[in-house]
């Protein structure tokens, strides 16, 4: 069966693979246009397989709310190249797998990937696609999902993401959402590793406490006064990684906790910040680094 450069313009335009594949595709399919769809999926998990083991440190990080729902996602999808994380179909992927967290909540990413999309299809299914068309090594890192009354923040792009989850019965008001963006900003540019005193691992304070020990006695310290120096430098820790003791960031004379109380009692409500996730974009992971030089030499080979 033979094909034109309008078989092979349609077929490029519906996978969004190059037009060399494309007419290959349907040269293999002798002209049949399913099959060579059928053929160039078949051939991306392949090209998903050899990709797999490729460094995929890069991506975004993506948050969103239903409170209609009663439901916060956030997620991170990662690609090697930064380039990719502003490609707009990237984008609409980690969208849809937002979406699929939401209806679904898988226990973990193995079991997402068996969920249906919107469109019928599952998200493995469509990671495959996208691998196949985008040309990189795409992979679904880890997300979270709460339940209740959440607030969610998205900085620089998608490099920095926040989802916080509330107890309220302020929800419906706008001075609430004003009030919760500011707690995920806060979130996003202070990075708090706990949300409160009582949530730090006994054993961490522990550590801490034997390490500020030390250090003040090698400083020459006598042992009482090491105690009380150990004790500011505890007060501080707490301060500095929880959440509702750091100071507020548009306010430094008063910490988040106190906010809280301030705007709950201004809205003649209470609020109370329950739990929070904050995702920064590849850490952890190992980057990878791109030499130039032998770039431009497997080019020429």
């Known amino acids: 069966m033979a094909f034109t450069a309008q078989d092979v313009n349609r077929l490029r335009q519906q996978t969004g693979v190059g037009m060399m594949d494309c007419k290959k595709a349907l040269t293999e399919a002798e002209g049949d246009f399913e099959r060579a769809v059928a053929l160039l999926r078949e051939k991306g998990l392949a090209a998903a397989a050899k990709k797999a083991d490729r460094v995929a440190a890069e991506g975004v990080v993506y948050a969103m709310s239903d409170n209609d729902a009663k439901i916060g996602v956030i997620v991170e999808v990662n690609s090697e190249t930064d380039f990719v994380a502003k490609n707009d179909m990237f984008n609409e992927f980690v969208t849809s797998v937002a979406g699929a967290i939401e209806a679904h909540n898988p226990a973990d990413v193995d079991a997402l990937l068996g969920c249906k999309l919107d469109s019928g299809e599952t998200v493995e299914e469509a990671l495959r696609d996208k691998i196949l068309t985008i040309g990189e090594n795409l992979k679904i890192r880890r997300f979270t999902r709460y339940e209740g009354i959440t607030a969610s923040y998205i900085h620089g792009g998608g490099r920095i993401a926040v989802l916080t989850l509330f107890d309220t019965d302020l929800a419906q008001s706008a001075d609430f959402e004003t009030y919760a963006k500011d707690v995920c900003m806060q979130i996003?540019?202070?990075?708090?590793?706990?949300?409160?005193?009582?949530?730090?691992?006994?054993?961490?304070?522990?550590?801490?406490?034997?390490?500020?020990?030390?250090?003040?006695?090698?400083?020459?310290?006598?042992?009482?006064?090491?105690?009380?120096?150990?004790?500011?430098?505890?007060?501080?820790?707490?301060?500095?990684?929880?959440?509702?003791?750091?100071?507020?960031?548009?306010?430094?004379?008063?910490?988040?906790?106190?906010y809280t109380d301030k705007v709950a009692k201004e809205l003649g409500g209470s609020i109370k910040v329950v739990n929070f996730v904050r995702y920064e974009k590849g850490e952890g992971l190992e980057k990878r680094e791109d030499n130039f030089a032998d770039e431009v030499a497997n080019m020429i080979k």
């Open 188 to 258: 996003a540019a202070a990075n708090p590793l706990y949300l409160n005193r009582e949530a730090v691992p006994a054993e961490v304070i522990a550590k801490e406490r034997e390490i500020l020990m030390a250090q003040a006695i090698n400083e020459g310290k006598p042992a009482n006064i090491a105690e009380k120096m150990v004790n500011g430098r505890i007060a501080k820790y707490y301060k500095d990684n929880c959440l509702l003791d750091q100071a507020f960031v548009k306010d430094g004379d008063i910490t988040v906790a106190q």
